[in-house]
Nanobody, 119 residues
Framework: QVYLVESGGGLVQPGGSLRLSCAAS????????MVWYRQAPGKERELVAN????????ADSVKGRFTISRDNAKNKITVYLQMNSLKPENTAVYFC????????????WGQGTQVTVSS
């Protein structure tokens, strides 16, 4: 079992920044990657960025603006998503996912945190 707790969402103006956090605890040895997804109203969930122990990947739409990072501590992994130059189209619920090697069809999900970019 992996437990995920997200924080950091909110309302921000276009061009602003937010940092999301996801604290993972539990059976951390089973995790291949930590992933941020997002789902906007009326749209499918999409991958934003992922991070393993030695690699990061980003959706084309966020490259150069978003940065994923992780902090490995004893019995806990904290994953961050630094989001800069935010746009209204970035408005979505952002979910943290602990990938156990089978993508979004398995693993564990956080509860989601709302990000709203609006003036």
């Amino acid at each position: 079992q992996v437990y995920l707790v997200e924080s950091g969402g909110g309302l921000v103006q276009p061009g602003g920044s937010l940092r999301l956090s996801c604290a993972a605890s539990g059976s951390l040895f089973s995790i291949d990657a930590m992933v941020w997804y997002r789902q906007a109203p009326g749209k499918e969930r999409e991958l934003v960025a992922n991070i393993t122990t030695d690699d990061t990947n980003y959706a084309d739409s966020v490259k150069g603006r978003f940065t994923i990072s992780r902090d490995n501590a004893k019995n806990k992994i904290t994953v961050y998503l630094q989001m800069n130059s935010l746009k209204p189209e970035n408005t979505a619920v952002y979910f943290c996912h602990a990938d156990q090697g089978v993508g979004p069809y398995g693993g564990y999900w956080g509860q989601g945190t709302q990000v709203t970019v609006s003036s």
